[in-house]
């Protein structure tokens, strides 16, 4: 018997196109809404069928889009979202395909003319991200995917860009979708939910991105066997029970030892070295317990001798499910075995940490420390390179915490002076770099604006790339003893770091940027651009470039056209991963305006780096202070007065 199928709160208000808040007054203020029929008191769920029955009595039922439609109707004729989702995306992807598939499923058949209807309206690809939409919003059914803030840190951690891929523990796709969005060349995953797996599966494939994800338990079932990847990036499960210790005792992947029953963890990242090539990278999430627990030291001692554990990050609280547990990343490296082992691993607390500030530091941490795996490396409480041999104590105890240097009253004098002479200057620099602007004047005519696409037709502008993965046969540009050119990536638009990333041999076509290009990253989740200012890059993998005539277009004003938030609504896909710059619009202005613009744009970008910078100092001197005052290393200033 089909169950009545359920709704939320913001479920309900998004049907009827009202806040949140109008709905829990509906509920105080009309005896006859609707009681909830499951959920929790903080989160109840609705009787659906109800719900549309009040709407519609009280006039608080607007005319449905397509889409909501469809998946209104989609929700009730499956027994699972997830389920739903993945049938009618099969249909779809069939679709895109140029094949005429029709559904034989009987509970599809009435669907039909609402899907045939948004395909026409989007598109194939189109149609799915607009289910997907709904599909990720919190509600019944819902799985609780990895955060993007978080999986696109990982791929990076990772460095994805040109690689092969694996996710074995692959959810609905999140991690997936952030190496796509990174630039991979394949994306390969398995999922033990059948409806998550296909769901994952339909998601690369309507975007023909090499690869697949099978359906089944990695670890008792690995669909994997003997296949290697150049990265793996997984959100294993946690505290497992039955993960299979007594059928896997003697399993080959066991490259460190046999793994303890206790710990199911440490089991999946044996499993992802296994499947990880020599010298490639993995990152995992991975509950805090895992890097002191007794039973794993064995294991965690001699991921450390033989030089596979690289890294460990500790996560600031809340960041990804389960939200009351301060997660961290692992970062792994598959070690070549006749290398000596690497004398240093990382560890950085980044726990007291706003996420969009101490992500990018983070990479920025961990680049520097691949690039001298070897050297002395500190930053007090937050980062530090410690020797490998003093974490192999008697408890091998690998928290970050933990292994942060003690800190004397003078070193916390002279990095709290630091912090705020920096803090102030970063601070004192603010007010210049405040754009000034004036108002105008309301009954003035809208602007008239051009696509970016008929600014290429027009001559006002080139739009080169993406540039993809593969292999070039231009391979003579490195001076011997320089080593490999530079390359600007996705990560570092989206992040305003430098570039960061190096050719490694996987770029397709080397595309040289020069002064006054505009960038703008293809996969990502808000429009971004950046004007470069300096020669000696190379352009990476997902990237446009737009080159602008400087006759006809100035480059600061094209970039600060192009990151409105109308122009984020318009070149932004429905999913909220691709963008398409070409549909962005650009106002037509003389070039002298444009310049005054311009200007604006530049200060503005500086002044969003400044705060940027003060935000971050600004979390170093309260954590110093702070610190300093309860460890009796500081004191408060008296008034003599």
């Known amino acids: 018997m089909q169950e009545t199928p359920t709704i939320t709160a913001a479920e309900i208000a998004r049907i009827a196109g009202v806040g949140r808040a109008a709905v829990s007054n509906w509920r105080k203020r009309h005896a006859n809404f609707p009681t909830p029929v499951g959920g929790t008191p903080a989160s109840p769920e609705f009787d659906l069928t109800q719900v549309e029955q009040w709407l519609r009595a009280q006039g608080k039922l607007p005319e449905l889009a397509t889409v909501d439609r469809l998946w209104r109707h989609l929700a009730t004729a499956i027994p699972s979202p997830a ?30 003319p609402d899907l045939d209807a948004l395909v026409e309206e989007l598109g194939p690809q189109g149609a799915f991200d607009a289910l997907w939409q709904r599909f990720s919003a919190p509600g019944p059914g819902r799985p609780f995917a990895t955060p993007d803030d978080v999986t696109d840190l990982m791929v990076a951690l990772a460095d994805v860009d040109g690689s092969a891929v694996l996710d074995p523990a692959a959810g609905s796709g999140a991690v997936l979708r952030a190496a796509v969005r990174a630039g991979c060349a394949s994306a390969h995953g398995q999922e033990l939910d059948e409806g998550l797996a296909r769901l994952a599966g339909l998601w690369l494939s309507l975007r023909d991105v090499p690869g ?14 003997g296949r290697t990847f150049d990265a793996v990036v997984c ?123 101490t992500y990018p530091r983070i990479l920025e941490v961990w680049r520097a420390f691949v690039a001298a795996p070897d050297a002395e490396l500190e930053e007090p409480g937050f980062a530090r390179a410690v020797p490998v041999i003093d974490l192999l104590d008697e408890e091998v105890d690998i928290t970050p915490v933990r292994r942060q240097p003690t800190v004397t ?70 001076t011997p003893g320089e080593g490999p050119p530079t390359v600007l990536t996705g990560q570092d638009v989206v992040s305003g770091i430098e570039a960061s990333g190096h050719d490694n041999g996987s770029l397709a076509e080397r595309i040289d940027l020069q002064p006054g290009d505009v960038i703008v990253p293809v996969a990502a989740r808000r429009l971004a651009s950046r004007v470069i200012t300096r020669g000696g890059l190379l352009l990476g993998p997902g990237l446009f470039l737009l080159r602008p005539n400087p006759a006809a277009l100035d480059p600061w004003f094209l970039a600060g056209q ?80």
Not at 212 to 225: C, H, K, M, N, P
């Open 83 to 112: 389920v739903g989702l993945a049938t009618v995306g099969h249909l779809l992807l069939a679709r895109h395909r140029g094949q005429r598939s029709r559904a034989t499923d009987p509970q599809l058949v009435p669907l039909l």
């Open 212 to 225: 697949e994800v099978s359906t089944g338990d990695s670890l008792r079932a690995d669909a994997f066997t």
């Open 235 to 357: 959100h294993p499960p946690f505290g497992v029970t039955n993960w299979g210790d007594d059928e896997l005792g003697h399993d080959p992947r066991w490259i460190v030892g046999s793994t303890p029953r206790t710990e199911p963890e440490l089991a999946w990242v044996q499993h992802v070295l296994a499947h990880l090539r020599v010298e490639g990278h993995a990152v995992l999430l991975m509950p805090p317990t895992v890097a002191g627990r007794r039973a794993g030291k064995r294991i965690r001692a001699e991921l450390l001798r033989r030089g596979h554990l690289r890294a460990v990050v500790a996560l600031p609280p809340g960041v990804a499910a389960p939200h009351n547990v301060p997660l961290h990343l692992w970062v792994l490296r598959r070690a070549t075995p006749e290398a000596p082992p690497p004398q240093r691993a990382l560890l950085v607390d980044a726990a007291a940490g706003e996420p969009n500030v």
């Open 409 to 478: 009253g003078g070193d916390t004098g002279v990095q709290l002076a630091n912090v705020q002479q920096r803090l102030a200057a970063a601070v004192g620099n603010l007010p210049a770099l405040v754009p000034r602007v004036t108002p105008v004047d309301d009954s003035r005519p809208a602007p008239e604006t051009m696509t970016v696409a008929e600014l290429a037709r027009s001559g006002a502008l080139q739009i080169i790339g993406p540039v993809r993965t593969g292999y070039s046969t231009e391979r003579d540009g490195t």
């Open 562 to 641: 192009l990151r409105s938030t109308a122009n984020d609504r318009q070149a932004t896909s429905l999913s909220g991963t691709r963008i398409d710059v070409r549909r962005a619009q650009i106002r037509r202005l003389p070039l002298e305006e444009q310049r005054a613009h311009g200007e604006v744009y530049c200060r503005l970008t500086d002044f969003e780096s400044t705060v940027r910078e003060v935000t971050a100092l600004g979390g170093d001197l309260v954590r110093l202070t702070a610190d300093g005052l309860a460890g009796g290393l500081l004191l408060p200033e008296r008034d003599e007065r």
